[in-house]
């Protein structure tokens, strides 16, 4: 019988191999001129709407925006695997339904944030713009998974990961809307802040790089849920309970990341990967 050298384990153990887990983050970071930083546009339809003089009164666009591409590239890339085809992202302000959405090339993008949505959160403008700006900036980069994750879903309801990169990388940007909580819910797609921050706990379990790796697997091959368990040895559906029992009480604690070489990885069949 072949015994399996990377966790001395039998056939019917399925190994993670090392190369799916990223090294850490390095102690010393690339400087901002290392990144490969798009020309930043702005268009404004209305300069006289209240929107656009609540945006001007508490943004600096230029500001904002390369925070939003330092944000994207810092938690999803490194300089070895950052996207370098975006040449110009431009931001366009106008009165529109609905908040935001991101449309464009693979060149060029074009972020159409309302005017109004700014009106309606006028108390807490600043961070608002920042957060939305960040969301919509992130998908200028991201993967797709070969373009097999439905449009549909984009915005916090797929059961594809694409959506749920933008409100980590929010999260982790300091940028969450003051109703997002720690929660648990019936499925981990649940969408916006619950998976957002079950993004996060796996980055406290797994180790710096998890979902940056997620999103990487992304780039050549179409999204299955089965990546979860290649880069973690465990299908999402168990990482999701055990989630939930962790924000349910303190049996789950964050502690030495769980990688190949800790442990044997679960033993599983087949079967049982999808």
């Not at 302000?93 to 309302?114: C, Q, W």
């Not at 797709?144 to 549909?152: C, F, H, K, L, W």
């Not at 649940?190 to 797994?206: P, R, S």
Request: include cysteine.
């Amino acid at each position: 019988m072949h015994w399996n050298t990377f966790t001395n384990a039998p056939p019917a153990y399925q190994a993670v191999p090392t190369q799916y887990f990223l090294p850490p983050k390095p102690t010393v970071p690339p400087r901002p001129d290392e990144w490969p930083i798009p020309t930043l546009r702005l268009r404004v339809d209305d300069l006289n709407h209240p929107g656009a003089q609540l945006f001007f009164q508490h943004i600096n666009p230029n500001e904002a925006l390369r925070k939003a591409v330092m944000a994207s590239f810092t938690w999803l890339y490194t300089l070895e695997t950052v996207p370098r085809n975006v040449e110009v992202i431009q931001l366009v302000l106008r009165s529109m339904p609905g908040v935001a959405h991101t449309t464009g090339t693979d060149i060029y993008k074009e972020i159409h944030f309302s005017l109004d949505h700014i009106v309606n959160c006028s108390d807490r403008a600043k961070d608002e713009i920042e957060g939305v700006i960040t969301h919509e900036v992130v998908h200028c980069f991201q993967h797709n998974g070969q373009g097999q994750a439905p449009s549909g879903f984009i915005e916090g309801v797929a059961v594809y990961l694409i959506s749920f990169f933008l409100d980590w990388v929010r999260l982790r940007a300091g940028k969450a809307p003051p109703h997002w909580k720690m929660r648990p819910a019936e499925k981990w797609d649940a969408g916006y802040d619950c998976t957002a921050y079950f993004l996060d706990w796996l980055e406290g379990k797994y180790g710096f790089g998890i979902v940056r790796t997620l999103n990487l697997t992304m780039r050549d091959r179409a999204y299955e849920d089965y990546i979860f368990k290649e880069h973690t040895g465990k299908k999402v559906g168990k990482l999701w309970k055990r989630y939930c029992e962790h924000l349910q009480g303190p049996g789950d604690v964050v502690g030495r990341p769980e990688v190949p070489g800790n442990k044997p990885v679960e033993e599983k069949t087949e079967e049982q990967h999808t």
